[in-house]
Structures are given as C-alpha cells and as structure tokens.
C-alpha cells in the first residue's frame, strides 16, 4: 500500500516507551490534582489552632491540632512533595524521549492539535472529547504500526465531538470553573478566537481551527445538558446530523506523537464506525463534492489498513447489524461482510 508505510522497529519502541511515560505522568497528575492541590497550614483562631486547607480562595478547617491533624498536615507535606519531585522527574524523562524521537522524525500529529489534546486530559480527565475528523487518522495509523502518506492526513483543523449529554466540567488550579475559550487560550495559544457569539470554532492566527460538535437533539426542540456554553462569551457546540451513534459507538484511546516528538492523548470513535459515519457523510446530497471524494478516499484506506494490521476490528456481520439502516445501506457497496467470504476452499464444518 502506497499510501501507508509500516514503521521500523526502533521507532515503534521508541513509540511504545513514550506512551509508558505519558501514562505515568498523567496518573501522577491526577493523583496531584485529586489531592495534592493547594496548602495546608495551622491558624490560630480564638487562641487555638487549627489545620486549614486552601484552595485557591477557598478554605477549610480540618479541626485543632492535635495528633490526628499533625499526622494530616505531615502526610500532605510528605506526599505532595513526592508527587512534585515525580512529576518532575517523568517530564525530563518525556523531554528526552521526545528528542529522540524528533531525530527519527516519528512525530505525526500537528503541534497545536497535541497540545490542545493534552491539556483537555488533563483539566477534564478521562472523559475528553472525541476526536473525529482526519485528525483519528492519527490515532488509527498509532493502532496499525504505521504512517499514511501526508496527503491523507493532512487538515487545517481538528474535530472534537462533545457528549451532550453530559456538560464538560473544567477547572483550573484554584478549582474555579473555566470555558474552553479561555482554557485554549491561556494553556494552548491565545490568539484562539471565536468569530462572534454562539460560534462553535476556534480559530487562531496561523488560521488553525478547533471545532466543537455534538450530535442534533432528538426532538429538535430538546435541550441537551451539555449543549450550553461553559461560561459567558464560550464557544458553543453546533448540532450535526447522524452523530449520535457515533457517540454512541465504542471509543479507543491512543498516545500519539506530536510534530515536536511529545505524547498527545487521542480518544476516538472505534475505528469501523470512523470509515462507517465517512462513507455515509461522503454520499450525502448536502456534502461538499471535493470533501466527499476525499471522505470515500480516507475511508477505503483505512479499510485496507485494517484488514491488514488490525484483524481485530473486523467487518462483520455483527458490526454491520448494529448501525444505523442509513448508515448501512450507504456503505452496502463499500465494505465486504467478513464472515460471508465464500472463496475458501475444503469444507466448512
């Protein structure tokens, strides 16, 4: 396959060592920022003193001193130095791993996509959008032990699908509740701007886009949990047709590499339904015709990618039952049943 090239060994390892250090780093993260966040100090109030903890403008007291809260402030201290010196420690260890894999020129992804990824993992936790447009391309050919060729992937923006049903919940450091405008702009490139109110993308000034989608209510008139903005002034999610099932659809997480060598966590939709819900955008009336030879493009190289190096993720009968009917008669001509070849010689018993 022209359009898609097996890595060697030694940057499939070097791959494989980068994940483990991204894996480790955001467990420790999140231990840091379940436990470990803010101060803990004594106060004397009324001629006492009692053990506080501060987050950020918020505090609490945990009772008098006495030996239960001595042992309190003594834990916190001991552990949220650990965690300090670890997380430190891991990121030399992902800077080193990173350079060496710049010098294999093994980084795929977009430099801004992979920050843009990381720091929604880190300030939502394991329930980060899914991403579904070219950019899963990325996260499929991690999965296949390959590269497609750059004209596959290559975009100017990144997809995110948003669950509705459920409201992204960010925080910042002090625990106060923060919109996906100001996150990207204060941790990703604050030349991140929406056109107007109420737009659903995020464009900067290299022109990079980041759109926010989620599947159309059923009824129209319903209002979705997660469909409202996170704050004032946020960017909103725009309702698109024929997403619900691929929300609905089981999700694979990858650790991809950016342009810069650095991990970049990637939760997408399983990879059939992905060449599924593109077959079936790609012979709507209402799609760009360019897209659609495109969508059909990436599709079918993913299908013969698949069949190849990712034999567990077949085209079934199965899977073919649990779409959508219009999903599934758009790709009739498209995908072949895997259970119903009937080329095989000798008996079927």
């Given at each position: 396959?022209?359009?898609?090239?097996?890595?060697?060994?030694?940057?499939?390892?070097?791959?494989?060592?980068?994940?483990?250090?991204?894996?480790?780093?955001?467990?420790?993260?999140?231990?840091?920022?379940?436990?470990?966040?803010?101060?803990?100090?004594?106060?004397?109030?009324?001629?006492?003193?009692?053990?506080?903890?501060?987050?950020?403008?918020?505090?609490?007291?945990?009772?008098?001193?006495?030996?239960?809260?001595?042992?309190?402030?003594?834990?916190?201290?001991?552990?949220?130095?650990?965690?300090?010196?670890?997380?430190?420690?891991?990121?030399?260890?992902?800077?080193?791993?990173?350079?060496?894999?710049?010098?294999?020129?093994?980084?795929?992804?977009?430099?801004?996509?992979?920050?843009?990824?990381?720091?929604?993992?880190?300030?939502?936790?394991?329930?980060?959008?899914?991403?579904?447009?070219?950019?899963?391309?990325?996260?499929?050919?991690?999965?296949?032990?390959?590269?497609?060729?750059?004209?596959?992937?290559?975009?100017?923006?990144?997809?995110?699908?948003?669950?509705?049903?459920?409201?992204?919940?960010?925080?910042?450091?002090?625990?106060?509740?923060?919109?996906?405008?100001?996150?990207?702009?204060?941790?990703?490139?604050?030349?991140?701007?929406?056109?107007?109110?109420?737009?659903?993308?995020?464009?900067?000034?290299?022109?990079?886009?980041?759109?926010?989608?989620?599947?159309?209510?059923?009824?129209?008139?319903?209002?979705?949990?997660?469909?409202?903005?996170?704050e004032r002034g946020d960017v909103e999610s725009a309702?698109?047709?024929?997403?619900?099932?691929?929300?609905?659809?089981?999700?694979?997480?990858?650790?991809?590499?950016?342009?810069?060598?650095?991990?970049?966590?990637?939760?997408?939709?399983?990879?059939?339904?992905?060449?599924?819900?593109?077959?079936?955008?790609?012979?709507?009336?209402?799609?760009?015709?360019?897209?659609?030879i495109r969508d059909r493009r990436q599709a079918a190289?993913?299908?013969?990618?698949?069949?190849?190096?990712?034999?567990?993720?077949?085209?079934?009968?199965?899977?073919?039952?649990?779409?959508?009917?219009?999903?599934?008669?758009?790709?009739?001509?498209?995908?072949?049943?895997?259970?119903?070849?009937?080329?095989?010689?000798?008996?079927?018993?």
């Amino acid at each position: 396959m022209s359009f898609f090239n097996e890595l060697e060994g030694r940057s499939l390892k070097e791959r494989i060592e980068l994940a483990q250090l991204w894996e480790a780093w955001i467990a420790a993260e999140d231990l840091r920022r379940h436990s470990y966040l803010g101060s803990m100090r004594w106060e004397r109030r009324g001629g006492f003193e009692y053990l506080y903890r501060w987050i950020g403008r918020s505090g609490k007291s945990l009772g008098p001193r006495a030996a239960e809260t001595e042992a309190m402030y003594a834990a916190f201290k001991e552990g949220q130095a650990r965690i300090r010196t670890r997380l430190r420690s891991l990121s030399a260890e992902i800077d080193t791993q990173a350079a060496i894999l710049r010098g294999l020129r093994a980084g795929r992804l977009p430099q801004v996509s992979g920050r843009i990824l990381r720091e929604l993992r880190i300030h939502v936790g394991g329930t980060t959008p899914r991403v579904i447009g070219t950019n899963a391309l990325f996260a499929f050919e991690a999965l296949a032990g390959g590269a497609f060729e750059t004209a596959m992937t290559a975009t100017g923006d990144i997809d995110l699908l948003l669950d509705d049903r459920h409201p992204l919940r960010l925080l910042t450091e002090e625990r106060e509740r923060i919109g996906l405008t100001r996150l990207i702009q204060a941790r990703v490139d604050k030349t991140f701007q929406p056109r107007g109110a109420g737009d659903y993308r995020l464009t900067n000034d290299a022109g990079y886009m980041i759109e926010f989608v989620r599947p159309t209510p059923r009824p129209l008139y319903r209002t979705m949990p997660g469909a409202q903005p996170l704050e004032r002034g946020d960017v909103e999610s725009a309702p698109l047709e024929g997403l619900q099932w691929l929300l609905n659809a089981p999700s694979i997480e990858v650790v991809v590499v950016d342009e810069r060598g650095y991990p970049a966590p990637m939760r997408c939709p399983d990879p059939r339904y992905w060449v599924a819900h593109k077959f079936w955008v790609a012979q709507r009336e209402d799609r760009d015709p360019a897209k659609g030879i495109r969508d059909r493009r990436q599709a079918a190289a993913l299908v013969a990618v698949m069949r190849r190096h990712l034999p567990n993720f077949p085209f079934d009968r199965r899977f073919r039952e649990g779409l959508p009917k219009a999903v599934g008669d758009a790709i009739a001509g498209s995908l072949q049943d895997e259970s119903d070849e009937t080329h095989l010689d000798g008996p079927r018993w």
